[in-house]
Structure formats: C-alpha cells, structure tokens
C-alpha cells in the first residue's frame, strides 16, 4: 500500500510484493516500509527451523525509533497491520516450494531479503519476476560478501546499492546508490546499522516507484569491480576500529 497525502488514503502497490526471511535485515524492511506508508501487495515469508536463529536483544525507545525494532517477530508485524501473507516451510530459498509459491503470484516485482549468504539462481530468476535487492556496498566496485566492512576500511564510509538480481552475483541494474556514515556504536554495525542503511535506501526506491511508476536503472561496467568473500576477523576487527 502506498498513502496518498491529497487523498488522505492507503492502498497497496498492486505489483511489488517481498520474498523474507525470519531475519533482523527483513525486520528493517518491513518495519521501514510500513512506517513511510508504503505496504507490500503480499509478503512470502520463508521459514526454516534449522536456520541458526540471531541473538536478537530489546532496544531501549530511544534506539527503536532511531532505527527499527529488531525484537519484534516479522509475523507480528504482519498480522498488526493485516498485510497478506503466506508461510513456505524450505530449507533454502531455491526450493521448489517457494518456486511454486512465486508462481502463484501476478506480482511483477518482489523485494528480496533472504538469508545471509543465500544467492538466488537457477528457476526462480526464470519465474518472470523481478528481484529487487539492497546491496551493503557501491557497485561494481564492492561485489559479494561483508562488503560494509570492506567499504569503511577502504573508502571510510558505507555504501548501499539498490539493484535487480541476475544470474552472476551483484551484476544486476543498478536502480539507486547512497553513501551512509560509519555507524556510532560498533556493536550494531551487523544486525541494526547494516539493516537499517539498506533499508532506507529500499524506502526511497519504493517512494520513486510510487511517484513515477517504473524504476529507473542503468547497466553496470562488467570488467570493473571486485568481487570480496566473507572478511577475516582481524581484517573487521580492524574495520570496526576505525568506528
């Protein structure tokens, strides 16, 4: 749903929906999203008991209505603000069973926000719908892994790219980059401040989908870039630092 400020109304943005996980980074999505009036068409929420659940702590007020509240269960959120929803139960994102729920839906693009490390390929890019990811680094220059840590030791700042996913790992259409602070508190940098810079961008791609009613892209240079893979400890012990 989107609010029309002249009309004083909600309703939903017919052909945008979101793929999710149980996942502190959803949670941001979600929560963002509903708090600048812009609500998901339908939400596929992925669960998977074997998952190795976050070590999610109560924020005080304060830090909630800074950021999001990374204690409060996605399906809460849900259910609170009466949002359509279904449950897959699979053990990854490119099962068969959200395959088929993908194609259930006439939605032509959905918000993706899976679990970390978890690249979507094969058949469910082939569904002919589009994915839309927030990438934690400037594209092409800071492609795969940990990438915020690699941007704060590298350029001192923390970069987000909003993107369509394809086939090869963060070589989509740029639809958005945005340049962001290293974070205050180095406790919150993986689970809050990571969650929270994607998901602002996501909030202003969504509000000038709403606007303009198509997403603007452009290609990536192939040849340029660097692709990282997860950091080592002393490398983001180092990076962390440097906040």
Same mark, same amino acid.
């Given at each position: 749903?989107?609010?029309?400020?002249?009309?004083?109304?909600?309703?939903?943005?017919?052909?945008?929906?979101?793929?999710?996980?149980?996942?502190?980074?959803?949670?941001? %999505?979600?929560?963002? @999203?509903?708090?600048?009036? @812009?609500?998901?068409?339908?939400? /596929? @929420?992925?669960?998977?008991?074997?998952?190795?659940?976050? &070590?999610?702590?109560?924020?005080?007020?304060? $830090?909630?209505?800074? %950021?999001?509240? /990374?204690?409060?269960?996605?399906?809460?959120?849900?259910?609170?603000?009466?949002?359509?929803?279904?449950?897959?139960?699979?053990?990854?994102?490119?099962?068969?069973?959200? *395959?088929? #729920? $993908?194609?259930?839906?006439?939605?032509?693009?959905? /918000?993706?926000?899976?679990?970390?490390?978890?690249? @979507?390929?094969?058949? =469910?890019?082939?569904?002919?719908?589009?994915? =839309?990811?927030?990438?934690?680094?400037?594209?092409?220059?800071?492609?795969?892994?940990?990438?915020?840590? %690699?941007?704060?030791?590298?350029?001192?700042?923390?970069?987000?790219?909003?993107?369509?996913? &394809?086939?090869?790992?963060?070589?989509?259409?740029?639809?958005?980059?945005?340049?962001?602070?290293?974070?205050?508190?180095?406790?919150?940098?993986?689970?809050?401040?990571?969650?929270?810079?994607?998901?602002?961008? *996501?909030?202003?791609?969504?509000?000038? %989908?709403?606007?303009?009613?198509?997403?603007?892209?452009? #290609?990536? !240079?192939?040849? &340029?870039?660097?692709?990282?893979?997860?950091?080592?400890?002393?490398?983001?012990?180092?990076? =962390?630092? !440097? !906040?």
């Amino acid at each position: 749903m989107f609010f029309d400020e002249e009309k004083g109304t909600v309703s939903k943005i017919q052909c945008v929906g979101m793929l999710l996980v149980n996942s502190s980074r959803s949670r941001a %999505y979600l929560q963002m @999203l509903i708090k600048h009036h @812009l609500f998901p068409a339908h939400v /596929i @929420l992925v669960e998977n008991n074997i998952k190795k659940k976050e &070590n999610i702590k109560k924020f005080d007020k304060d $830090l909630v209505e800074k %950021y999001f509240d /990374i204690s409060e269960d996605i399906l809460d959120t849900l259910m609170s603000h009466r949002l359509s929803y279904e449950i897959v139960v699979s053990q990854n994102m490119n099962s068969n069973e959200v *395959l088929r #729920a $993908l194609k259930k839906r006439d939605e032509k693009y959905f /918000i993706y926000s899976g679990w970390s490390g978890e690249i @979507l390929k094969g058949d =469910i890019l082939n569904t002919g719908q589009n994915f =839309i990811h927030m990438h934690a680094g400037r594209l092409p220059d800071f492609r795969g892994s940990t990438t915020i840590y %690699y941007s704060i030791l590298k350029e001192n700042t923390c970069t987000v790219t909003a993107l369509f996913l &394809n086939e090869n790992i963060d070589e989509g259409r740029v639809i958005k980059t945005k340049d962001f602070p290293k974070p205050d508190d180095v406790e919150i940098i993986d689970y809050v401040y990571d969650s929270f810079i994607r998901a602002s961008v *996501l909030v202003e791609v969504m509000r000038d %989908y709403v606007h303009t009613g198509f997403f603007e892209t452009k #290609a990536q !240079c192939i040849d &340029n870039g660097e692709t990282y893979f997860i950091i080592h400890p002393v490398l983001k012990h180092i990076a =962390i630092l !440097c !906040c």
